[in-house]
């Protein structure tokens, strides 16, 4: 655990957008005020840049809350940190098994049964065979389907899928947990539950990064704090400056 580190520099991310003018993309993205920062390719589409020249040193106890306006560039930083974007410049070095808890619904089959669906889900959250039948029967007790889980998803109401894809995102043993916002799934009962499995998730990873807009649970969770705007990352600071970063804003 003493060996997990996430390691960026100078990592910036660029996404072409073709077939739009970029004065009036320029326009819409000053109305919200977010946004990466817009220029031309080397092909002549519109290019925003997500994320510019960021810089992370991270090793295992650190607990980093990522702050910023919706289109800041906090979730393209996870997705980035998880493996789903490379990077046009720079480079990214994790060291650690990576649980990215960003899209429970990622790769749920309708069609499948319960049972199925744990697998698929399982294998893309970075499990192996080996593992996922191993844990099996616990993330099944987890979920509370029961006979369900032999049933086709799409018989599933929207909290029972909820159910399964957090039991299954959460069995994962991970060394760097990735989190975009604090998950909340379920009923009361079964959030309690929730709650608990993925705070014994946090603990044991060695590194969390997570994103929020609740100042309140980023004190709570976190022992370090980052804003993004604009793609543009502050310099890492101690929690206790959370309000000095949110009035920055």
Known sequence: MTDVSIQVTDLTLRFPVYGVDAKSLKKNLARVTV????????????????????????????????????????????????GAYEPDEGQIEVRGRIAALLDLSLGLDPSATGVDNIRLRGRIAGMSSREIEEKMDEIAEFSGLGPFLAMPMKTYSAGMQARLAFAVATAVEADVLLMDEWISVGDADFQKLAHRRLLNLVERAGILVLSSHDAGLLRLYCNKVMRLDGGVASEVKDIRRLDELLAAA
């Open 35 to 82: 946004g990466g920062r817009l220029g031309a390719s080397q092909t002549g589409a519109t290019e925003v840049t997500a994320l510019s020249h960021l810089n992370l040193n991270l090793r295992a106890g650190d607990r980093l809350g990522l702050i910023g306006h919706n289109g800041s560039g906090k979730t393209t930083l996870l997705r980035t940190l998880s």
